[in-house]
């Protein structure tokens, strides 16, 4: 019994052409991406066009004691690295309400600002805008008020250092204690990295390996449904059929992998701050290869056992749902990567492709934790696909009732002698 | 030769029997029907013998020997349970098919083409299979089944569902086949359609053999050796009675039918009545399959 045989290249060229001529995976792989980079992108780009503009504003100040500039530069907020857009504002005092209203209307200004006499009980000071026309947006407009505030108020009574100090009281820095000992400064990129591209990964190799393996499986129930199955089986062994599928779609959740992967990398030099290591990508490539491994060996087995394709996505839900641990707990992956519970969750087959991924890109794992969890992988899914073989062997042509745990249990004893 | 050969087979599926010792051969070269009741074990059969499943004991030759993957390849098979790819496409689906028989790509496109054009589905080559009538679907999966110019072709009930029209066209594909020399294994319900086109027959009854034979001496091994003539003149009947060694005599419309003692060939009773009058036809009765086929299993039920 040769397991790669000319007849399993053929089915697993077919699975291939097939599954990425369907809708749904030229939807999931390149739409999907696309869909993400269009959130991410569109309101940098949209904040960065719009507080762009140059604006007067008017005041009046009714307590007299305010010392506004005759114009500030204004940094505009944007996400992006890109060059912050800078607008200039420029103040007009007016001695009435009635005269800035008249520039207002005539469109002199663009808003005007009132201070009240009694400023220094309140702290309000009255924005008033046209409805139509842009103005500056309040919260820019806010922080500026609150240093000409702060400069009007204590400028002549402390020095300039504490000036600052409480125009800018704490600026908090974190440092993190190393195995080593050492203190390394984390900066804003390296927060990122650390909690950002450890989900990422992790929630697409989830569903690379879940829309893979879940292609396998309809496959399976749809040709067991549709009963193909028996003409597949004249011309094939089971053997063969399963290891051309794995090998097919395996090949499919490479390419979709690949293209996300890509399309992560081109979008991270431009909206992310975030540099993605050879390395981890190295590790993803075969956790990937792993985990699909695990996981389509047992939807087969679960396609051949159940008798149509709603029941077998049933089935394959519970399997999914302990996949997908992983995600829930991803807050604690992240955060204490070292837990006993997490420890074990990236040990455990159904979950350790995409726990341990997620840890490596938190932090350092202890390299025996790595090559403990690809091991214990690597036996279950000899485990899996023996087990799924002997199952397809003797339910891929029974159907009406699917059996119970039981009769599954003394089949799959039964089939190994 | 043997094309194929069972020998004391048995299999069980949870502690039913579903074969029972079986044993037969299929000669090169003729047409075998296997013939029994629904659950009488005609599929597991088969699978038995396309190595689909493993009985638990006996021995099952396929070509001189246990199946081999290239004899697998020498093998067409049109399972009862019809079975295509609903949303692939007729000429994609058929290469394939082809494919896993080891038929290199170009050679299955041309055998595909040619055999379309003859059950002329050819306008049909780039549709979708749920885009086909039920009919169509039943002579594209028979042509799935013969692409490779296959040597065995195991036909499961290939008429049902047919119409007369294309009922006559596979059955002279079938005929074609046998006089080229191929082996076809014809499994089906259909008693007439078998005892025009086979040669010998299994029959199965609960997983067990209960005729196995040439269709003509099965007929005539359970005939129940009679005569029917019909006389030119009606006074003729009188001479009847003239015949030594007649048992018993029936009349019927406008003829009788003679049963003759035991020891007694129709052929001696017909020898002396033709001496005797004038004789416009006669007629050696033999049951027809159907009839063997209702008698075998009735008895094997009443025991």
């Known amino acids: 019994m040769s397991k790669f045989s000319g007849k399993t290249f053929i089915v697993a060229r077919h699975e291939f052409l097939k599954t990425i001529l369907r809708k749904e995976f030229l939807f999931m792989t390149f739409v999907f991406p696309l ?39 204004s940094e505009g907020f944007s996400a992006g690295p890109m060059e912050a857009k800078t607008s200039i504002i420029e103040f007009v005092r007016y001695e009435e309400s009635s005269e800035a209203r008249k520039a207002l209307e005539s469109g002199q200004i663009s808003s005007y600002l009132i201070v009240p006499e009694n400023f220094i009980k309140t702290g309000e000071i009255e924005l008033y805008a046209s409805e139509k026309g842009a103005s500056v947006p309040d919260f820019e407009l806010s922080a500026e008020l609150s240093n000409i505030a702060i400069d009007s108020l204590l400028k002549d009574n402390v020095d300039e250092a504490v000036l600052q100090r409480v125009k800018d009281p704490v600026n908090l820095k974190l440092y993190n204690i190393g195995d080593n000992g050492e203190s390394s400064e984390q900066g804003m990129a390296e927060i990122l990295a650390d909690f950002g591209l450890p989900f990422i990964t992790a929630f697409l190799l989830f569903f690379s390996i879940f829309s893979a393996s879940g292609y396998l499986l309809r496959g399976v129930a749809e040709e067991k449904e549709n009963r193909i199955m028996e003409v597949l089986l004249s011309s094939a062994t089971p053997v063969e059929l399963l290891t051309g599928k794995i090998m097919g779609l395996g090949t499919v959740g490479l390419l979709q992998i690949a293209v996300w992967l890509s399309a992560i990398i081109l979008a991270g030099g431009y909206a992310l701050p975030v540099k993605i290591e050879p390395m981890l990508l190295f590790l993803a490539l075969i956790y990937f290869l792993l985990g699909f491994l695990f996981f389509s060996s047992m939807m087969a087995g679960i396609g051949a056992v159940t008798g149509s394709l709603q029941e077998s996505q049933q089935v394959a839900g519970i399997f999914t749902f302990a996949a997908a641990f992983p995600l829930i707990f991803m807050q604690l992956i992240i955060t204490k990567p070292d837990s006993p519970l997490v420890v074990f969750l990236s040990l455990f087959p159904f979950t350790s492709s995409v726990t341990m991924l997620s840890r490596i890109g938190a932090s350092e794992v202890p390299f025996y934790q790595v090559a403990a969890s690809l091991f214990i992988l690597f036996v279950s899914i000899h485990a899996v696909i023996i087990i799924s073989s002997r199952l397809f062997r003797v339910y891929l042509l029974m159907y009406g009732k699917r059996p119970g745990v039981k009769e599954i249990m003394r089949s799959i004893r039964e089939a190994g002698r | 030769m043997h094309v194929l050969e069972f020998e004391g087979v048995s299999k ?63 093998i067409g098979y049109l399972p009862e349970e019809r079975g295509l790819y609903r949303k692939t496409k007729l000429m994609d689906m058929l290469v394939y098919l082809a494919q896993l028989k080891n038929v290199p790509k170009k050679e299955a496109q041309t055998n595909a083409e040619v055999l379309l054009k003859s059950l002329e589905l050819y306008e049909h080559r780039g549709k979708r299979v749920e885009e086909l009538s039920k009919g169509m679907q039943q002579k594209i999966q028979f042509l799935s089944s013969i692409l490779h110019n296959p040597e065995l072709i195991i036909l499961d009930e290939p008429f049902s569902g047919l119409d007369p029209v294309s009922t006559k066209t596979i059955k002279a594909r079938i005929l074609e086949y046998r006089n080229e020399g191929r082996t076809v294994i014809l499994s089906t319900h259909m008693m007439e359609q078998a005892q025009k086109l086979c040669d010998r027959i299994l029959m199965l ?36 009675g003239e015949i030594p060694g007649i048992k018993r005599v029936a009349e019927h419309e406008g003829s009788v039918e003679i049963f003759p003692e035991d020891g007694i060939s129709t052929q001696e009773v017909l020898q002396e009545l033709i001496r005797k009058t004038e004789i416009l036809r006669f007629e050696q009765m033999l049951p027809s399959l159907n009839d063997i086929f209702i008698e075998t299993v009735e008895s094997a039920s009443g025991e």
């Not at chain 2, 005539?220 to 050796?225: F, L, M, P, W």
């Open chain 1, 35 to 73: 869909f993400i980079a269009a959130i991410t992108i569109i309101p940098s780009l949209l904040s960065s066009t719009t507080a762009a503009e140059d604006q007067r504003v008017g005041y009046i100040d009714m307590t007299g004691s305010f010392d506004f500039p005759k114009s500030l530069t």
């Open chain 2, 12 to 74: 069980s599926f949870a502690e039913k029997n579903v074969i029972r010792d079986v044993s037969f051969s299929v000669e090169q070269g003729e047409i075998f029907g296997l013939l029994g009741p629904n659950g009488a074990g005609k599929t597991t059969l088969i699978r038995l013998l396309l190595d689909i499943i493993k009985p638990d004991s006996g021995e099952i030759r396929v070509f001189g020997g246990p199946l081999t993957a290239d004899g697998k390849n020498r």
């Open chain 2, 205 to 240: 009854n609960k997983g067990q053999r209960v005729l196995y034979g040439t269709v003509a001496g099965i007929r005539k091994e359970h005939g129940k050796n009679s005569l029917f003539v019909e006389f030119a003149d009606k006074g003729s009947l009188n001479v009847i």
